[in-house]
């Protein structure tokens, strides 16, 4: 079984990857509500659909360095993603809606929140080396 890249490494490159993916977030979520004047709840559910995808890209071949087929690894990725959706849209909800915060810093206070549950699951099953 090969040797997964240390913590040491995969740790800033998943959080480097997430930052390029928050990037593909928030502009996606800014353009959606600013200037399509969507609801920032759609705009925030668009935003990480596309940023999902930059993600993706990035944790298979940089931070994780998978070996993987995309089959299994993108499979065991869409589970983890969309439980992480369900986690940022409740999330985004209780502290724009409930709370009434701002829709950028409900947003950036749910990435915050999803990052390491976010590592745990594609390091320990997403992007495991077999």
């Not at 998943?14 to 593909?24: F, L, V, W």
């Not at 502009?27 to 990480?48: C, D, Q, R, Y």
């Not at 994780?64 to 849209?89: D, K, P, Q, W, Y």
């Amino acid at each position: 079984m090969p040797t997964p890249p240390s913590h040491r490494y995969s740790v800033p490159a998943y959080i480097g990857a997430g930052g390029i993916a928050t990037g593909a977030h928030y502009a996606t979520t800014i353009v959606a509500v600013e200037w399509v004047h969507a609801p920032p709840l759609a705009g925030s559910v668009t935003g990480f659909l596309v940023g999902a995808v930059v993600k993706y890209a990035l944790n298979y071949s940089v931070a994780f360095r998978s070996e993987h087929g995309h089959g299994i690894t993108g499979i065991r990725f869409v589970l983890v993603l969309a439980a992480m959706f369900v986690a940022n849209a409740a999330l985004f909800w209780t502290l724009n809606s409930l709370a009434g915060l701002n829709y950028m810093v409900a947003q950036v206070i749910t990435t915050i929140a999803l990052i390491a549950p976010g590592y745990v699951a594609n390091r320990r099953w997403v992007f495991v080396r077999c």
